[in-house]
């Protein structure tokens, strides 16, 4: 069934994370024992079920703006059986309001937004849990000289602010690791 779901993003040019990066982040909810996780951007559903089939007690909420991807989010979780531990929200993040708190929130949505959506989001966070966001590197672009469009050199000019961001967040530890296109793990202090 995972499979195909891969076929599907392939064929339809729709970002999932790279497989070292979704091995690195399953495995790190295993050796974490985290059982909450909000998820900013949903897009298929790939994340969240490899996420949930981690462990029968793993919950996610997940926030998807784009009602294509939402649909085919809702008929993969469906064909696992998982719609009883992922809570998919059809919403632009930035509207959506939530009293939980999560052991994990993993953002990987709109890549010029990071700072906005940690922001917004890092008040839902249980103590001393963690925030993860994927697409550090952003296809190797960051810190790269290669020559870009004007957009695509805003948007990795965002990336890289957020990584100062970060860096600088006295609030949190972050460590940045090279794996897939790039994964942050910030903790609070």
Known sequence: MLENIEKYAKEYNIPI????GIEFLTDFIKKNNIKKILEI???IGYSAIKMALVNEDVEIVSIERDYERYKEAVKNIKLLNLENRIKLINQDAFNVELDEKFDLIFIDAAKAQSIKFFNKFERNLNY??????????FHGLVGSDEKMSRNLKQL???ISDYIDFLKNNDKYITTFYDIGDGISISIKR
């Open 156 to 158: 990795v000019r965002k």
């Open 128 to 137: 001393n849990k963690y925030i993860i966001t994927d697409n550090i590197k």
């Open 17 to 20: 994370m790279q497989k070292e």
């Open 41 to 43: 951007g949903t897009a």
